[in-house]
Structure formats: C-alpha cells, structure tokens
C-alpha cells in the first residue's frame, strides 16, 4: 500500500503500563503536529497472543511472589549485546506480523518504547533503511536496549546517556529528553505560588481538608503494592494527615478498601484514573512501587516518593536512582515507612529538601520535544511529491526476504 503523508509505527508491550502509556503520549504529540498517521502496535500480543498472556502474567506473579527470579534473570542479563545467542532469540519474536505491518503501511518511522528489537536484528537481512529509534522507559539501561542498528537514543538521564557512551553508543546518537508523559503533566511551568493556589483549587473541588497533609498511595497500575491495608491503617492514625489511595485495576482491592472506607472522612478511594496528574498535584507526599513512567510522573511534579520494597531489577535501579539524588527514600516494610514518613510529615523542611532534589531531576516536556526533534529529523521532506527518499523495504516475491 502506498501512502503519501508520513507515517510512525510505535512498538511497545503490555507489561505493565509504562511502556503503552509512552507509546500514546507519543502518538497524541504527533497527531499535535501534523503526523496523521501513527500505528501503535503490541508486538507480542499480536504475534504470539497465547505467549504474551502466558509471560505477562509470569511477569506480574515474579513481582508479587517470586521477586528474586525476575532480579537474578534481569541482572544476568543486564549487560547482554547485540548479536549473541540470547539477543538473537529475544528480538526473534514477532517478525512475521512485523512484515504484515510494514509492507502494509510502509511506515517512515520506527520507535521502540519496549526493548523488542525485532527491526534491527532484521535490518541488514531485509535491506531497510528507514530509521530506528529507542525511546527508554527506566532509569536504568538494560543491554535489550542497545543495538548497532538503532539510529537514535532518547534517555531521560545525563547518566544513562554516560552509560550509553560508555557501552559503545556514539554521543551524537544519544539525546537526554526525560520520559514521554500524558499530556497533562507537559503543561506550561508555573511559579511556586501558582502551584499552590491550584493544589488548594483542585483539593477543595475533590473534598479534601487544604490544612492536612496529603499523602498519596499508588497500588500499581495493576494493584500490585502489597500492605495496603497496613498503610492505610498506620496513616490513619495520625490527627493531621489525610490519604488518597489509587487501587489501579485492581477492582477486588478497590471494592475492598471501598467499603471498608466508604464513611472516612479523611481517607478516599479511587480505581483506575485519567487523573494522575491532579492526585499527584496536591499531594504533599506519594507511596509507590517504583516503575520508571511513575518516577518520570512524580519528577514532573515535583513528588517526594516513599518506595516500597522494590523489586530487585529495574523497580530497584529506579528506586536506587532517585534515592541517590535525595528525591525518595526506599522502605523495605510498612515499619521503615512508617518511619521515614512520620519524619517527613512532622518535619516539612524534610519534604520541601526532597521537592528541591525531585526539582533538579526535571527536564522538558519529553514527548513534545522528542516528537519534534523525530519530525525535524526525520519526518520533515515526507510529501507526496517526495516519494523517492521513502524507505525501500527488500523485497523478494513480493514478500520480505
């Protein structure tokens, strides 16, 4: 199929939803500037659906039962290269439904915001020239990421575009852009007192005391923080605070905690939201699993976070991230928490120091800027009149060699 306006195809996964989050924040960016077509496509869920289900559901269970699995194949694997055996067999996945898609659309683009890097283990076999680009979704670098035949790196560290370099990528390649966010939280900066003019506007619209401190509890997107009933318990118990708990999709722990709390005057329950942004804007604090587009949230907002008891892999190098930057604390348990927190809230100059660190860490609305870089270096000269730099696709038989 030909096609004469330009066209992106984003390849993320469905484990967890940081990896989809960033693909569509992408997307919507896109559409922003002018980039009509954007086909975001679930490789695996695609490709292999039976598989995809199978290892997600491994991959959530790892986080709540068998933690240390997941760590040591993670770590094992953290300095693998492009080109061994494992490599090889990780990225083999999904290139048939790759071919379906790209001799469908013919897409000028590539982004990966999930490491799959089915294209450019592919790249010299079917004779593609069109660009490759990484989008990296953590705060730590994995070797899944890393690719000879990746064109461009978007990092949302000075660190892990240092590691990059240091691992063999070359430094023009290599653009430290934060990580792509809903749009909400890409907004114009605003002043100290603009900020707390509207974090007392949105607390009143949604009923909550402005004179408490307000603390914020993550469960997970998929509802995966355990001792939620613990935490809630242990906050409740102090006179000055209120909390806002986020159950995710977790629909059986939000019923829970839903009518066990239906009559707190202090403590409120929600499901799934599309407002992060707000919870996160007027809070004083966040109790969180570590995921890398939840930290990138918590940066944009400036959001002291507590981390409860990472999991060894990139949970943990998040985790390790910012509390070496002195913008969280990790809590193994309920009782370091319980005492970490208690400082925090009954000390504000602890929390205004972490608001301070999560501060330095900001960085530019990342998927405007990525976006605009992609369509200026990429995107730019695709018209229809333009057909002859559209990237050729090896073909043989009509079909992909």
């Given at each position: 199929?030909?096609?004469?306006?330009?066209?992106?195809?984003?390849?993320?996964?469905?484990?967890?939803?940081?990896?989809?989050?960033?693909?569509?924040?992408?997307?919507?960016?896109?559409?922003?500037?002018?980039?009509?077509?954007?086909?975001?496509?679930?490789?695996?869920?695609?490709?292999?659906?039976?598989?995809?289900?199978?290892?997600?559901?491994?991959?959530?269970?790892?986080?709540?039962t068998i933690p240390h699995l997941y760590g040591w194949f993670y770590y094992r694997t953290r300095e693998m290269k492009a080109g061994t055996l494992l490599s090889n067999w990780l990225h083999s996945f999904g290139i048939r439904r790759l071919r379906e898609v790209m001799e469908r659309e013919q897409p000028h683009l590539v982004i990966h915001t999930f490491p799959q890097l089915a294209l450019p283990h592919l790249r010299t076999r079917w004779g593609l020239t069109i660009p490759l680009v990484n989008i990296v979704t953590d705060y730590d670098l994995h070797g899944r990421w890393l690719h000879p035949h990746i064109d461009h790196y978007y990092v949302p560290s000075e660190e892990m575009r240092d590691e990059a370099i240091r691992r063999g990528v070359a430094a023009e390649r290599i653009t430290i852009a934060g990580i792509p966010l809903h749009h909400s939280f890409e907004q114009p900066e605003t002043d100290e007192e603009q900020r707390r003019q509207q974090r007392r506007k949105l607390q009143l619209q949604t009923g909550l005391d402005p004179q408490r401190r307000t603390v914020l509890l993550l469960a997970g997107a998929y509802g995966v923080l355990k001792n939620v009933q613990e935490?809630?318990?242990?906050?409740?118990?102090?006179?000055?605070?209120?909390?806002?708990?986020?159950?995710?999709?977790?629909?059986?722990?939000?019923?829970?905690?839903?009518?066990?709390?239906?009559?707190?005057?202090?403590?409120?329950?929600?499901?799934?939201t599309k407002r992060m942004n707000d919870w996160m804007s007027m809070?004083?604090?966040?109790?969180?699993?570590?995921?890398?587009?939840?930290?990138?949230?918590?940066?944009?907002?400036?959001?002291?976070?507590?981390?409860?008891?990472?999991?060894?892999?990139?949970?943990?190098?998040?985790?390790?991230?910012?509390?070496?930057?002195?913008?969280?604390?990790?809590?193994?348990?309920?009782?370091?928490?319980?005492?970490?927190?208690?400082?925090?809230?009954?000390?504000?100059?602890?929390?205004?120091?972490?608001?301070?660190?999560?501060?330095?860490?900001?960085?530019?609305?990342?998927?405007?800027?990525?976006?605009?870089?992609?369509?200026?270096?990429?995107?730019?000269?695709?018209?229809?009149?333009?057909?002859?730099?559209?990237?050729?696709?090896?073909?043989?038989?009509?079909?992909?060699?």
């Open positions: 199929m030909q096609h004469g306006s330009p066209c992106v195809l984003i390849v993320y996964a469905s484990y967890g939803d940081g990896h989809l989050q960033a693909a569509r924040s992408l997307r919507d960016s896109l559409y922003q500037r002018g980039i009509e077509r954007v086909i975001l496509l679930d490789l695996m869920a695609e490709s292999h659906p039976w598989m995809n289900e199978m290892t997600r559901l491994i991959y959530m269970q790892s986080f709540k935490i809630c318990e242990m906050i409740d118990r102090r006179a000055d605070t209120q909390l806002i708990v986020i159950c995710g999709k977790n629909k059986e722990l939000c019923e829970e905690m839903g009518k066990r709390y239906a009559h707190h005057p202090y403590i409120r329950i929600e499901g799934f809070s004083d604090c966040v109790i969180t699993k570590p995921g890398g587009l939840t930290m990138a949230e918590c940066i944009s907002c400036r959001l002291p976070a507590f981390l409860m008891n990472p999991v060894p892999g990139q949970e943990l190098e998040n985790a390790l991230y910012l509390e070496a930057r002195q913008a969280a604390r990790i809590c193994r348990n309920a009782q370091e928490l319980n005492a970490a927190l208690g400082s925090a809230l009954d000390q504000p100059e602890i929390l205004e120091s972490m608001r301070r660190h999560m501060d330095t860490l900001r960085t530019p609305p990342a998927s405007a800027q990525i976006t605009q870089e992609l369509i200026d270096r990429y995107l730019s000269r695709v018209t229809d009149e333009a057909a002859a730099i559209r990237p050729m696709l090896a073909l043989q038989g009509g079909r992909y060699m």
